[in-house]
């Protein structure tokens, strides 16, 4: 017998500009972040009134938003009755109106996403009464359903609160609080819990005691949680406070791109999976997604069969400024690797005619088939698929 042959066969932040003007101020904060753009203050003059007015410094810019803090001398709740301006619908940022029996009320109103906007807003009140507001303009606001959370709290001491708010359902909002006090003489201290006092203003009746004072409370925060502020007033006496947190828009990232190395990977080897983009602080994930190839576990993807398709995906998650982001899919190319030594054993010798005779083939990979060959010989002859040998000659 001469020989016998088996075969077998077998994927950068942007930075902003620091600029002052009257009654404004805007200032640097990181993207997804509301930014102040500037304020304006009104209030009733000598006497009571039924409505006042409050003048932005300068036109709204359009999809920005308003948020008002009005406080006011009223023993009755939702004192304010509504706020008209041209370019904008005005709402009472949910429960966010305390209300002192003694004579103090705050509010707080805000206008998301104005249009064309005038600079002049009219407060109009249910009842003549002295009051006082804070306007502010903000971008980076949420256009849509903004007020995530408010609170109240009212007393009669030196220690104002806002109230504190239930869990924030956003990582980053804006939080806006109003301390209303019943004399303009008495002033506040420094905002609690780092927030800042943009504003104040007080109605101009010249006795002190009859009048309403507001001061407009900021802050901003990147992560969820009950948040409240106040401060310390110059002298006990009745007070009114109130809070409203806003959602900011986040932004979108930077285009993701994920990426294999190596791109071409044989059966039995490994990529490793890297991204390139994507922006902020969020958590990196792979998918292989319907790929019938190969899967992935962490940043390593591995080759399930050669023969099946192998697309991945990379997801960065939101973070306290951005959206999540996921990446367009890259194509790993899957190959076949080389296999095991193939051996085939025959009987040593044979005589013509003789039967039963058979090839038997081991070793290899896979699951793919041994396919037999006598390849030149002369004396001899095998099945293909069983090896069976059949002795056509004596040598």
């Keep these: 017998m001469r020989s016998i042959y088996a075969m077998r066969t077998i994927m950068p932040l942007l ?44 036109t709204p810019v359009n999809g920005n938003t308003l948020i008002a ?24 940022a949910g429960t966010a109106s305390a209300t002192n029996a003694t004579g103090s009320t705050t509010e707080i109103w805000y206008a998301p996403n104005v249009s064309s906007a005038a600079t002049l807003i009219t407060i109009n009140l249910t009842a003549a009464t002295r009051a006082a507001a ?17 609170a ?32 303009s003489g008495y002033t506040l201290g420094t905002p609690t819990n780092s927030f800042t006092a943009v504003a104040n203003r007080s109605s101009g009746s010249a006795t002190a005691a009859n009048n309403a004072r507001v001061y407009f409370l900021e802050g901003s925060v990147a992560t969820t949680g009950t948040y409240s502020s106040g401060g310390t007033v110059s002298t006990s006496s009745a007070w009114s406070g109130a809070i409203a947190t806003f959602k900011n828009a986040l932004i979108n990232q930077a285009t993701l791109t994920a990426i294999a190395t190596p791109s071409t990977v044989a059966y039995g080897s490994t990529s490793a999976l890297t991204t390139t983009g994507g922006s902020g602080s969020g958590t990196v994930t792979f998918s292989a997604g319907a790929s019938t190839g190969c899967s992935v576990a962490g940043t390593t993807l591995s ?19 951005y959206n999540a982001t996921t990446s367009a899919a890259a194509t790993v190319t899957l190959t076949k690797t ?8 025959a009987p040593a010798s044979a005589t013509y005619g003789q039967t039963g005779l058979s090839a038997v083939a081991s070793g ?21 698929a069983t090896g069976a040998l059949t002795i056509s000659a004596a040598s």
Excluded: H
């Excluded at 080389?338 to 054993?345: G, L």
């Design 15 to 58: 930075t902003l500009l620091v600029s002052f003007f009257l009654f404004s101020a805007i200032f640097v904060q990181s993207a997804g972040a509301a930014t102040r753009i500037n304020n304006g203050v009104g209030s009733t003059a000598t006497t009571t009134a039924t409505s006042f007015t409050v003048t932005m410094p300068a």
């Design 69 to 92: 803090v009005i406080s006011t001398r009223s023993t009755t709740a939702n004192r304010v009755s509504g706020i008209t301006q041209t370019g904008a619908t005005w709402t009472r």
């Design 134 to 150: 804070v306007v502010t303009q903000y971008s980076g606001v949420l256009t849509a359903s903004p007020v995530d959370l408010t």
């Design 152 to 183: 109240t709290s009212t007393g009669t001491s030196t220690t104002s609160a806002t109230g504190t708010t239930g869990t924030t359902t956003q990582a980053s909002e804006l939080l806006i609080g109003g301390i209303g006090l019943v004399n």
């Design 303 to 321: 080759v399930t069969n050669a023969s099946g398709t192998c697309s991945i995906t990379a997801t960065k998650a939101a973070d306290a400024s």
């Design 338 to 345: 080389a296999q095991a030594t193939v051996t085939v054993t």
């Design 364 to 384: 290899g990979s896979g699951t793919g088939a041994y396919a037999y060959d006598a390849g030149s010989s002369t004396a001899c002859s095998v099945i293909t």
